[in-house]
C-alpha cells in the first residue's frame, strides 16, 4: 500500500511534468475561446441593432396626432406641443407601450437660412452632428428631454423661450443654448410629413455631454 500510495505522489520525470502542464493550459485556452465565441453572441442579441449600427437610421416611426399636425402647420409664432405612443423594448425585457411628447417648430425661411449659424452645436461640433436632417420642410421636431439631466422643458410665451425647471437652462425658438448649466442646444429627432401623416422616431441622447451620444431609439 505503502509503494501505491508513493507512486500517486510521484511528480514524474520534467518532461512528464511538462507535457501534463501543456495539456492543463491548452485545455484552459480552448474553454476560454470557447467560453468567448458563446459570449459575444449572445451579449450582442441584447443590446438593440439600431445601437450596434446607427448609421442605419435605427428606431421606428411613431406617427403624430392628425390634429396636432394641423396646429403645427399653422402655427408660426410659437412651437406646439405634440404627443405619440410607440412599443418600447430595451435589451432582453419584453416589449412596453411608452408616451412621449416632442415640440414641434415651424421656422421662417429666414430662420431656416440662420439655423445653422444660431445651431453651432449641430454644425460647428463634428460629433454634434446628427445622421439625418435636422429640418424638414421647414419643421423641426425637438426631444422634450433637456439635455442638462434629462429634465422635460417647456414653453415660456412670455420669454418666448424654453425654459427647463430643473436647473434653469434656457433655450432659443431654435433651439440653440441662452443661458444655465446645458451642455449643448436641444436635440432635434428624425421627421417626416407625407400623404397628410406625420410621423416622428423618438431618441435618446446621453445628458451632461456636449456631443451627442445615442442612449436609445424608440
Given amino acids: 500500500m505503502s509503494g501505491h500510495s508513493q507512486s500517486n505522489q510521484d511528480p514524474g520525470t520534467p518532461g512528464e511534468q511538462s507535457r501534463r502542464q501543456f495539456l492543463a ?26 445601437l450596434l449600427k446607427p448609421g442605419t437610421g435605427g428606431g421606428t416611426w411613431a406617427p403624430l396626432s392628425s390634429n396636432e399636425l394641423k396646429s403645427f402647420e399653422a402655427n408660426t409664432d410659437s412651437p406646439v406641443k405634440m404627443t405619440f405612443g410607440f412599443q418600447y423594448q430595451d435589451g432582453y425585457l419584453p416589449p412596453a407601450e411608452d408616451e412621449q411628447f416632442v415640440w414641434g417648430v415651424k421656422l421662417s425661411p429666414d ?25 424638414v420642410m421647414n419643421f423641426v421636431i425637438f426631444s422634450s428631454v433637456c439635455p442638462h439631466l434629462g429634465v422635460r422643458y417647456n414653453w415660456d410665451a412670455g420669454a418666448k423661450r424654453f425654459i427647463c425647471p430643473g436647473h434653469g437652462s434656457q433655450f432659443s425658438l431654435q433651439g440653440a443654448r441662452l443661458a444655465g448649466p446645458a451642455p449643448r442646444g436641444l436635440d432635434p429627432l428624425p421627421f417626416r410629413a407625407q400623404n397628410g401623416k406625420a410621423e416622428v422616431t423618438w431618441i435618446q441622447y446621453k445628458a451632461q455631454e456636449p456631443d451627442r451620444i445615442i442612449v436609445a431609439y424608440s
Fill in 25 to 50: 493550459n491548452a485545455s484552459l485556452a480552448i474553454g476560454g475561446v470557447i467560453g468567448l465565441v458563446i459570449a459575444v453572441p449572445c451579449a450582442a442579441s441584447l443590446i438593440p441593432e439600431s
Fill in 111 to 135: 430662420q431656416v437660412a440662420s439655423f445653422r449659424t444660431n445651431r453651432p452645436d449641430l454644425f460647428a461640433n463634428p460629433a454634434g452632428k446628427v445622421d439625418y436632417p435636422a429640418i
